[in-house]
């Protein structure tokens, strides 16, 4: 479409946009319209903007902290106004995506020259569709409407102890169903992924088990490098399956099937079972199981790989509270209290390594530390520039004592 042609259609979507309702009608909002294409190239560049390349039209929506700041009131007007112009788009077959992760927020203040006392809302993009994404998940009105009063616990953790199994594969399964499976889930540690996929590959059989690996990313880099190996996928959900089908279809992964299902009721019997940081993110009371049911699926001479976030890594540290990543809840767990979980069940540990010292830097462009370590960001920004111990793997103790991940090769 030409310029032109668009600029008019631009128009009516931020009119759209202006419509909306604000608190006392301040529309204490603006929109940055990115048109300069070296613009375009620092926000993806410097800011590390992902798939900016999608978005022919970027607009950047702020909103003033100064005004209307109570009760978020004003950056409850800047989301209606954003929502008014993507369903104006909508009814003129025009798709758009609402993006929180745009990249380094501080980064993209200073290029986009935003002063300090304005909120980014997003970005959103709008475009005419090239997919048709699969229809996103959405919760059943009856579980998130109380009448009178809600009944929640008063101490609202994010340590998976202290949540039901189903409540945090339900919330997974909506994060993950939120992405497109044709572009899929990236790793945000490259050099530390790469070198566990390398591990991996070396210890596992020929018929493999991976239980919950609610991405699928460990299990489908797997199946694409060992293409003469089976795997299979044990999930909890039904969306995750019609995910991960539709991924490894696009894929084109012949050695690779998904199944939903408790491990309690799985039947079969794998040369290796792989339990990939699920016990950070499943609460205690559901590991024996797990564990139990895994010894009962391996074959005699066979082995379960189990890899955790290491409590006393900086990532562990920085994420002991059970501040979720990208799927919910998660924990980090010490050495000891896994290594007694597998023991307990007459397993013993026969290998144990550890990856990657410090996390990637790279990471806190996506999310920033959370809480009280936030003034860290910005050394953390500044460390990015170098790939400081992400590449290491350490066999023996210390090292291995405070690498980010852990994993060990557990026998009969
Ligand atoms: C505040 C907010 C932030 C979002 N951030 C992103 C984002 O960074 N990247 C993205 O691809 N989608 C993003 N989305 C889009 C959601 O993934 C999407 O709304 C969700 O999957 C539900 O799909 P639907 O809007 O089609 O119902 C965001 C949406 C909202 C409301």
Sequence with gaps: MGKKKYQKIQEKILEAGVQAPSSCNQQMYYFILIEN???KKALEERAKFKWLD??????????????????????????????NM??????????SCWIAGYGDKAIVKEILN?????????????????????????????????VDRTNFPKDGSNNPDKWEFKEINNLAERAIFAKSPDIGYYSLFDSQFKNEIRFLSNKIGEKNLVVYDVSGIYSIELAKKNNAKRFT???????????LEERIKLLQLKNITCEKGLIETHKGEYD???????????????HEI???????????????????????????VLFKKGIGRRYGPEISRTEKEIKEIYQKMDLKIKEEIGFNILPSFRLFFKTGIPGRYTFLNRYLRYLS????????????????????NIFLIIKK
Aim: net charge positive; aromatic share 10%; charged share 25%.
């Design 86 to 95: 993507i369903l104006f788009a909508y009814s003129i077959n025009i798709g």
């Design 272 to 286: 290796c079972i792989l339990h990939l940081e699920i016990l950070n993110r499943i609460p205690k009371k559901n």
């Design 114 to 146: 935003i002063p300090s006392y304005f909120h980014i809302l997003g970005c959103i993009g709008f475009g005419y569709p090239d997919e048709k994404p699969l229809k996103p998940l959405k919760r059943d009105i009856k579980e998130i409407s109380f």
């Design 385 to 404: 520039k170098y790939n400081l111990l992400e590449k290491t793997i350490s066999k023996n103790w210390p090292l291995k004592s405070i690498s980010t």
């Design 54 to 83: 999608r978005i022919p039209n970027p607009i950047f929506v702020i909103c003033d902290k100064r005004y209307g700041n109570e009760r978020f009131a004003n950056l409850q007007g800047a989301s209606a106004s954003i929502q």
């Design 233 to 243: 996928i044990l999930i909890t959900g039904e969306k995750i399956k019609l995910w």
């Design 290 to 316: 797990i564990i139990k049911e895994s010894k009962r699926l391996i074959r005699k001479e066979g082995r379960i790989i189990s890899s955790f976030l290491n409590k006393k890594s900086v990532y562990g």
């Design 37 to 39: 294409n070296f613009i």
